[in-house]
């Protein structure tokens, strides 16, 4: 059996994991990328509506990181906040050297467009395809730096000797065979979660495996039980419809017709951070006041020109699945799960507690969103703590000492896994049902039970329904026993992992007993910062989730009443 090696093993071919390798190879590493899509598929190209840095005449990093920790519901690392907004700009600035073609304004300076719960405008954008161009100039400087990249391998574990990490077993996904690759420093970054829930913003890939595999090897994740519902999704699809619709200038509407959001957030408006905008339309739609289980996205008065310069994709998303053209009427719009703000828990330089382990990007959690992220600081935080990432992994693998190769004993554990679920598939009677049955009840239980609104009882019938769904999983058939492109297999890899992750979601739910950003208990109706100023850290036992606590860092402001 071959055994690749490499000092720095990426695991995650996004933009956050793209960035880290960069860094990783300008600082002298041999680097290696593992992503189960083409890089280019990854779902950072999806991202419609900016990437913030505060380039403003009148805005500084300061306010930036206020807000920021202000969006968060002062649960974000005050720490890692400032380093987010204090390197923005030259990051921006380095995206552009390398090829992005921000929007430009009057002056020909990078266009700024305002998003939610920001001081100032800006996110820096590409009409309303923003990852998708960043995606491609990072893509050009990983090919460019010779980066060897394992396309289409599936990450299953990570390779733990000692308590280091020292590489990750693969499924190659062409050929069916399960590889170990080792690497000095291996850095995760796998992206979201949001398939844990139906419907979802996010694409069929987004499915957590990073989050879990990290947690299966001993590393801690935090904050798992926030996650953001955007405000404006389609109804059926959940397909999104970018904040930079309202950044733009949309309304947001009731059945009445009324902009309903100077109820809840008389200064802001549309543009107040997205955890306050989402239970504002949830509450509009329970209260009588929606429109088919909806709220209405209008952007008439902006006028065709200014739709089609700015908003082209989502007027094309919202004629071919909702059948609604934006520029002659106003679109459904929705709340829907988009964005975890939990994650692996690292340091500032991405380094996770289990050594020899890092992490960046969505799957990371530094911590810069807290309890609510703001629009913009995703993208922002995949290069910023990407970058970091890179850097401090290619000098962990620098004065990491050589170690004997490794045995190939390290892939049996995934090895007979597979073998098991082969031999029940081929074997005749039993009642296991098909990954998608159980992924399909995970998905809907989650949008009922660990949505916007909570409550304790619902919760544990959550937990509950995350036992017999775990249950269910030991019993689960195949119906694919090929090697080539097996894709049942990998839907059952992932199927786990999202069972994993949505049971530390609830367990963290259920335990914090207060509301705080995108966590709303209906029975804990408000912000507790004397029990629950800190972060909940879930580490994996036999038995589930053990749920242990850490300080906040707060620096420069302290928690205050959050008012838009
Ligand atoms: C529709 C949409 C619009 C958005 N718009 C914005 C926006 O305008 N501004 C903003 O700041 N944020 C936005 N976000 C959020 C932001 O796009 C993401 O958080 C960010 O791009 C995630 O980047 P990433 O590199 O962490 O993950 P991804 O880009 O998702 O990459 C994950 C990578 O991991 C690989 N991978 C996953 N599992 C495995 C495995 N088991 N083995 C091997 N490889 C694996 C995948 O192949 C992929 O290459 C948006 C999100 C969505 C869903």
New binding site residues.
């Given amino acids: 059996m071959a055994v690749f090696e490499h000092d720095v093993l990426v695991?995650?071919?996004?933009?956050?994991?793209m960035r880290a390798a960069i860094e990783a190879a300008r600082n002298g590493a041999d680097v290696a990328i593992?992503?189960?899509?083409h890089?280019m598929?990854?779902?950072?190209?999806?991202?419609?509506?900016?990437?913030?840095a505060a380039l403003g005449e009148d805005d500084s990093w300061e306010t930036h990181a206020f807000d920021t920790v202000k969006g968060s519901d002062y649960l974000a690392d005050q720490d890692a906040a400032e380093i987010l907004a204090r390197e923005a700009p030259n990051d921006i600035v380095e995206l552009e050297r390398m090829g992005t073609t921000f929007n430009r304004d009057e002056q020909g300076r990078i266009a700024l467009r305002p998003f939610g719960g920001a001081g100032f405008p800006r996110a820096c954008f590409i009409g309303d395809i923003?990852?998708q161009a960043i995606l491609h100039v990072v893509f050009e400087q990983v090919l460019k730096l010779s980066v060897t990249i394992y396309e289409e391998?599936?990450?299953?574990s990570l390779i733990v000797d000692d308590g280091v990490v020292r590489g990750a077993v693969?499924l190659h996904l062409v050929a069916g065979n399960l590889v170990p690759i080792q690497g000095k420093a291996v850095i995760m970054?796998?992206?979201?979660l949001?398939r844990v829930y139906q419907p979802t913003?996010?694409?069929i890939?987004?499915?957590g495996?990073?989050m879990a595999?990290a947690y299966r090897a001993g590393a801690p994740l935090q904050d798992m039980e926030f996650m953001q519902f955007h405000p404006t999704t389609l109804k059926d699809s959940g397909v999104?419809m970018?904040?930079?619709a309202r950044g733009e200038g949309a309304y947001l509407l009731n059945s009445a017709g009324e902009r309903f959001m100077a109820k809840y957030a008389p200064e802001k408006l549309e543009l107040a951070s997205r955890d306050v905008v989402s239970r504002a339309e949830q509450t509009e739609i329970e209260e009588g006041r929606g429109v088919d289980g909806c709220v209405l996205l209008d952007v008439r008065h902006l006028g065709e020109a200014r739709i089609n310069e700015r908003l082209w994709q989502i007027r094309e998303l919202a004629i071919d699945l909702a059948n609604t053209d934006i520029v002659h009427e106003p679109v459904k719009v929705r709340p829907g799960a988009?964005?975890a703000m939990g994650g692996i828990k690292t340091n500032v330089d991405g380094a996770s507690p289990l050594a020899g382990l890092f992490a960046?990007?969505?799957?990371a959690n530094v911590s810069v969103h807290g309890a609510n992220r703001l629009?913009?600081?995703?993208?922002?935080e995949?290069v910023v703590f990407g970058r970091r990432a890179g850097q401090a992994a290619a000098r962990y693998a620098r004065e990491t000492p050589a170690r004997p190769p490794l045995s190939e004993a390290v892939v049996q554990r995934d090895q007979e896994f597979i073998e098991t679920v082969m031999e029940r598939a081929g074997s005749a009677g039993g009642d296991g049902d098909r990954p998608a049955a159980i992924r399909h009840e995970l998905g809907e239980m989650m949008r009922a039970d660990v949505g916007i609104f909570r409550t304790g009882e619902r919760l544990a019938a959550a937990l509950g329904k995350v036992a017999e769904l775990q249950e269910r999983y030991q019993r689960v058939r195949l119906h694919d026993t090929g090697k080539v492109f097996n894709i049942d297999l990998v839907s059952l890899f992932e199927l786990s992992f999202m069972l994993d992750i949505a049971h530390t979601m609830v367990a963290g739910a259920l335990a914090r007993e207060e509301s705080r950003g995108a966590h709303t208990r209906r029975d804990f109706p408000d912000r507790d910062d004397e029990r629950w100023l800190k972060h909940t850290l879930a580490y994996c036992t036999p038995e589930g989730p053990r749920l242990e606590y850490a300080p906040v860092t707060i620096m420069r402001w302290q928690p205050e009443v959050r008012t838009y």
């Fill in positions: 695991i995650g071919g996004g933009l956050a994991g593992i992503s189960k899509l890089p598929r990854s779902h950072s190209g999806a991202a419609q509506g900016g990437i913030n923003t990852g391998y599936y990450c299953t693969a970054a796998t992206g979201g949001g913003t996010n694409g890939a987004c499915t495996d990073g595999i999104l970018t904040e930079g988009h964005y960046a990007g969505e799957c629009g913009g600081n995703s993208l922002l995949t």
